[in-house]
């Protein structure tokens, strides 16, 4: 192993989330991403093996590395979101493996919250189902940047190209009526290895990278918006000490554009005008800052702020309203009730809000919009009008994931039941 | 590709100032739960750079098991004056002493499942409403599901099926009287991330994770300190080896490894050539295959 402070230690950091139907072969994928890179452990595999022959199968049953909690190797299905790590010399990854039930929507949605790229896989037998177009509706609803078409079980298929032409075209086909940007189709078959990190030898009219090239090499550098500056002030630092006496710093973590050094801001929402005095992280004096870096930064003006107020630039200021319209996902058994109050979190900031009026439901299958039926449960995708208490400091979801995002808190049992994206 | 660009180890850096934050603005009596082991070493330095020229703005508490290397309390104690923090000490042995731990008999007796009463027990006295730690997802099978913000019902247990949704940077730390939150910044860190982020900040460490000569025997393939309070089997015998600790806890199942690692590029060189998890060394999850799983639904760290 070759090693160098400066080399190796310079890994980008790339999150994705894996979306198959059931029996799709989610967990043998991820089992075999981590098993051709070397992440698997002596143990783990030892382990993995034991079990595999205890329960009478041939091969080693790569699925079982990721089978978590005790309720799902009894069941047999993943039923939470369940966090993986691997890294290659190139980049380190975190997966969000998340179920691909039915009931499980509310999964998948956490999953891509902080994805840059989603895997989307398609049994090769039975081609773009339902169900596929629901994970990909979900990932263009959570803006996930990238999406990665697996076409899996290419072997169950004898490894054709025209299966893979057919579904490619299929998914491009229905690609075009949601918002995604960047998509990328790879045929595999987890269970043989072929195209997750070794090249396949039965498929040479494929020649677009396998599985791993691909997630080693998007670009994800431009996935955050550097344009319009963003600093939800989180926490306000004042050390009261004979050493720092004066020092007020606001902590927080840059949600979007470039802060510098004596860059005139305005805060929000007062909207009282000032200059960055320094950006500090510790001992050191730092001269720009940008997303997703967490930093301290003081004023040249002894303004009154605090968590929930909001640091810009001039140019591009986000809006700031009480009434916000936004697409929701339900998470909770009990349905959403409108008129009710329930505690928001948007950024750094808690309100309260209500929810005036249901416009009208989403079918996840078919992204046919309902009107006639209100009730708005477990896994449903609506979009809704709320009112806050207080007015929010905002951008739509589509030009900020960190700005454009709020989730919904029940005021009795404090449970999230709902999270929203701003249209 | 533009230079505003963040590596592998400052985006992990900047999450978990943003969680330890987090938990500063969003709870009343926050602790920060310290091992003396490489993980809550790093957190504590997190949790100074996120606050800092402040203090930290909550005590660290360490749960005693009285099965300490004598290392682990010296730097302790060190690092505690260096940076002006304030240290709560919770005993296991006090909680025997006062009957509401039983200590286990046997061989493989551990104080380490008896961490949870004293736990449980310090953060009532002290009316924590989040206690931070050091528990990483790619530990453990059943750590792999745990949220940033980790809800506990008054009896400390949780309930892995019914979880908080945890979407985007938001975290929701609302809770009813009585009940507390685990957080956990480092979750999303593996143990080599942890190894090149102490040699990127040059974070001083105890002498236990660097080769030294130890008397230690071999039990169930794994090599254990030699203790007083520990019992050779008929077929064990102690000898000296050259070792350093890979995880330090509590003596009783704290795996050592033979090793010659005496800097932080040469434990992180014989990391990324290991073949055993981090965890491979510690007797207490292999009492059963979910043995990790029982003792967080009960209120293990």
């Known amino acids: 192993m070759s090693f160098s402070k400066n080399g190796y230690l310079d890994m980008e950091l790339l999150r994705f989330t894996t979306a198959g139907s059931v029996d799709d072969g989610k967990s043998t994928l991820i089992g075999r991403l981590l098993y051709d890179s070397k992440s698997i452990f002596e143990d783990q595999l030892e382990a993995v093996k034991r079990a595999s022959i205890q329960k009478g199968n041939d091969y080693i049953n790569l699925a079982l590395l990721t089978d978590g909690l005790r309720s799902e190797r009894e069941q047999g299905i993943t039923i939470d979101v369940a966090y993986r790590y691997f890294a290659t010399p190139k980049r380190k990854f975190i997966i969000a493996d998340t179920p691909g039930h039915v009931q499980y929507t509310r999964n998948m949605v956490t999953g891509a919250s902080t994805a840059n790229a989603a895997i989307i896989l398609i049994d090769a037998r039975n081609g773009v189902i339902e169900q596929t177009h629901r994970h990909a509706f979900i990932a263009s609803l959570l803006q996930i940047p990238h999406i990665i078409v697996c076409i899996n079980k290419m072997d169950l298929v004898d490894f054709k190209q025209s299966v893979y032409d057919v579904i490619k075209k299929t998914f491009a086909d229905f690609a075009e009526i949601i918002d995604i940007k960047d998509i990328r189709y790879v045929p595999i078959s987890a269970l043989k290895g072929d195209n997750v990190v070794d090249e396949s030898k039965n498929m040479h009219w494929y020649n677009e990278g396998t599985l791993m090239s691909i997630l080693e090499t998007i670009p994800i550098e431009n996935d955050y918006n550097f344009v319009q500056t963003r600093f939800p002030v989180q926490y306000v630092i004042r050390p009261l000490t004979e050493d720092h006496h004066d020092y007020r710093g606001y902590a927080g973590r840059v949600a979007g554009g470039i802060f510098r050094k004596g860059d005139n801001v305005k805060i929000l929402p007062s909207g009282l005008p000032s200059k960055i005095k320094s950006i500090d992280l510790m001992e050191n004096e730092l001269e720009v800052a940008f997303p997703p870096m967490s930093v301290s930064i003081s004023l040249e003006d002894d303004i009154d702020i605090s968590r929930g107020d909001m640091i810009v630039k001039n140019d591009s200021l986000p809006t700031i309203s009480q009434d916000i319209e936004i697409t929701i996902c339900w998470m909770n058994q009990k349905p959403l009730v409108i008129g009710r109050k329930y505690n928001l979190m948007h950024t750094t900031k808690e309100v309260k809000c209500i929810i005036k009026e249901i416009l009208y439901k989403i079918n996840v299958n078919t992204l046919e919009k309902i009107i006639d039926e209100k009730e708005v449960g477990l896994n449903s995708i609506a979009r809704v009008m709320i009112k806050t208490t207080k007015p929010l400091i905002f951008d739509s979801y589509k030009s900020n994931r960190v700005t454009g995002s709020l989730i919904l808190i029940d005021e009795v049992t404090n449970e999230t039941v709902g999270v929203g994206m701003i249209v | ?301």
């Open chain 2, 1 to 301: 590709m533009n230079n505003l660009h963040l590596n592998h180890l400052r985006e992990l850096e900047s999450e978990s100032i943003y969680v330890i934050r987090e938990v500063a603005a969003q709870f009343e009596h926050p602790v920060l739960l310290f091992s003396g082991g490489k993980d809550s070493i790093v957190i504590t330095h997190l949790a100074r750079k996120a606050f800092f020229p402040a203090k930290l703005p909550f005590p660290l508490l360490h749960i005693d098991t009285g099965h300490n290397f004598q290392e682990t309390l010296d730097y302790r104690d060190n690092l505690v004056n260096n940076i002006g923090a304030q240290l709560i000490v919770g005993s296991v042995q006090e909680s025997i002493n006062q009957g509401k731990a039983v200590e286990e008999n046997g061989y493989n007796a551990s104080r380490n499942v008896l961490q949870t009463i004293t736990l449980l027990d310090t953060i009532e006295k002290y009316k924590f409403d989040a206690a931070m730690g050091g528990a990483r997802r790619d530990e453990e099978k059943a750590r792999a599901k745990e949220r940033f913000f980790s809800h506990r019902d008054e009896f400390g247990q949780w309930d892995p099926k019914n979880q908080r949704p945890e979407l985007w940077n938001i975290f929701n730390g609302k809770k009813n009287m009585g009940e507390h939150f685990r957080v956990f910044p480092i979750s999303n860190w593996t143990e080599m991330d942890v190894w090149q982020y102490i040699l990127l900040e040059n974070i001083e460490m105890p002498s236990l994770y660097f080769t030294h000569q130890r008397e230690v025997f071999c039990r169930d393939g794994n090599w254990l300190a030699t203790a007083p309070f520990m019992k050779l089997k008929e077929n064990e015998k102690a000898e000296v080896k050259t070792v350093r600790c890979r995880t330090i806890g509590d003596i009783t199942c704290t795996g050592v490894t033979l090793s010659e690692a005496n800097s932080l590029e040469e434990i992180i060189e014989e990391i990324a050539a290991t073949r055993v998890t981090e965890r491979g060394g510690r007797a207490d999850d292999k009492r059963s295959e979910a043995a990790m799983e029982d003792r967080k639904r009960e209120g293990y760290f």
